[in-house]
């Protein structure tokens, strides 16, 4: 399984302002801190806030932050969010799917995948490791 790039810069996003969770940032320090594009993280960020991932402010003194506690975001539920195609193999073209057993198989596998991040919040990814602020450009 390969997460996509718009999933990766969402967990990224949600990342750096889990560190920070009563700061606002903006969209250009969390581009310039990861060295990803501004433009691709602006429609990442657009989503997170709809959907309620993120707090948005306006005005001059505005930015972005958590809009809830990191331990309330869950990675599984969070994925499920940002990608759209979980299908591993393009069976649905294939003449056997019917009767392949490979297709059961590989949806057990992607069930386990989820079912593993839907045990982690936002907060337990933050301590896994410890802090990797000193790893980020501009932070």
């Known amino acids: 399984m390969r997460l996509t790039r718009y999933t990766d810069y969402a967990m990224r996003v949600l990342l750096y302002l889990a560190r920070k969770p009563d700061t606002l940032c903006s969209i250009g320090d969390i581009a310039r801190a990861y060295a990803i594009s501004q433009n691709h993280l602006m429609k990442v960020v657009n989503d997170l806030v709809n959907a309620g991932y993120l707090e948005s402010v306006r005005g001059r003194h505005g930015g972005i932050r958590l809009a809830k506690p990191a331990a309330d975001i869950n990675v599984g539920a969070l ?3 940002t990608e759209d195609d979980f299908d591993l193999v393009g069976c649905g073209a294939c003449i ?3 009767a392949c057993g490979l297709t059961s198989v590989l949806d057990e596998a992607l069930q386990s995948f989820l079912a593993t991040l839907d045990r982690y919040s936002l907060a337990d990814i933050i301590a896994r490791k410890g802090d990797f602020g ?3 450009r501009a932070s």
């Open 134 to 136: 000193y790893l980020l």
């Open 96 to 98: 056997i799917a019917p």
């Open 79 to 81: 994925v499920r969010h």
